[in-house]
């Protein structure tokens, strides 16, 4: 027997042909053929829905914790300017109250020392 070279048309039939058999090996196991297939789909499907059904109540509730947050931060900042207008005002107070004190004692220095000059004026007379 002689060696048989193939020749390019047979090549090219036998490639033809290997094409054939994996297209219909491939469209056999096509997973549109398997009886459980739209069941497969459609639970993944509802998976997908439900997952992103829970990220979106996850993000719902981690913007509605921020809101919550800056409404408490926003009233932490209130409470403390409040503190620090009133403490302000106390301090103006008691430095109006010491000057009105200060007043007061010169006042009363004064009064001595213009009684003083009065009678030193009286005995002189």
């Known amino acids: 027997m002689k060696n048989h070279e193939p020749s390019l048309s047979d090549r090219l039939g ?8 994996q297209l219909e090996q491939a ?11 739209v069941e497969r ?3 993944r499907r509802a998976a997908g829905i439900a997952r ?5 109540e996850r993000k719902a509730a981690k ?3 921020q809101a919550r947050k ?27 109250e ?10 009363e220095r004064k009064a001595a020392r213009d009684a003083k000059y009065a009678a030193r004026k009286a005995r002189q007379k």
């Open 41 to 43: 789909q459609a639970a």
């Open 63 to 65: 913007l509605a914790e």
């Open 27 to 37: 469209r056999a196991k096509a997973p549109s053929n398997d009886p459980g297939f």
């Open 98 to 107: 010491q000057a009105a004190r200060e007043i007061d004692l010169k006042a």
């Open 14 to 21: 036998a490639a033809a042909k290997s094409r054939r058999t």
């Open 52 to 56: 992103e059904a829970r990220a979106a």
């Open 70 to 96: 800056a409404e408490e931060k926003a009233a932490e900042e209130r409470e403390r300017e409040i503190a620090l207008v009133a403490e302000q005002e106390a301090r103006e107070a008691e430095v109006a």
